[in-house]
């Protein structure tokens, strides 16, 4: 069973910076492509950013290139993503994801808030 915890959430101003960290349990981290997710209140969960099992494949959602960047560290089964330049709309609950063939496992989810 692999189990995610996510850190680094809280409070930040405009044009601040976060950095989300995502510890995997399990022995699955590195044979697994990852991702970043948010939930904003009251709309649906939409992936941030992807980076496949070596890290040689990143993609972003069109609202976050040029200031999010994910990267992952597979000696520590960490995920990471560096949020630089936040907006208000950057608010949300940010989750973690690991994914290997038909397994797909989630963190619980971590508030990022963003104030004007």
């Known amino acids: 069973q692999v189990q995610l915890v996510e850190s680094g959430g809280g409070l930040a101003q405009a044009g601040g910076s976060l950095r989300l960290s995502c510890a995997a349990s399990?022995?699955?981290?590195?044979?697994?492509?990852g991702g970043w997710y948010r939930q904003a209140s009251g709309k649906g969960r939409e992936r941030v950013a992807y980076?496949?099992?070596?890290?040689?494949?990143?993609a972003y959602a069109d609202s976050v290139k040029g200031r999010f960047t994910i990267s992952r560290d597979n000696a520590r089964n960490t995920l990471y993503l560096q949020m630089d330049s936040l907006k208000p709309e950057d608010t949300a609950i940010y989750y973690c994801?690991?994914?290997?063939?038909?397994?797909?496992?989630w963190g619980q989810g971590t508030q990022v808030t963003v104030s004007s």
């Open positions: 994801n690991l994914f290997s063939g038909t397994a797909n496992y």
């Open positions: 399990g022995r699955t981290f590195s044979t697994s492509g």
């Open positions: 980076i496949s099992l070596s890290g040689g494949n990143i």
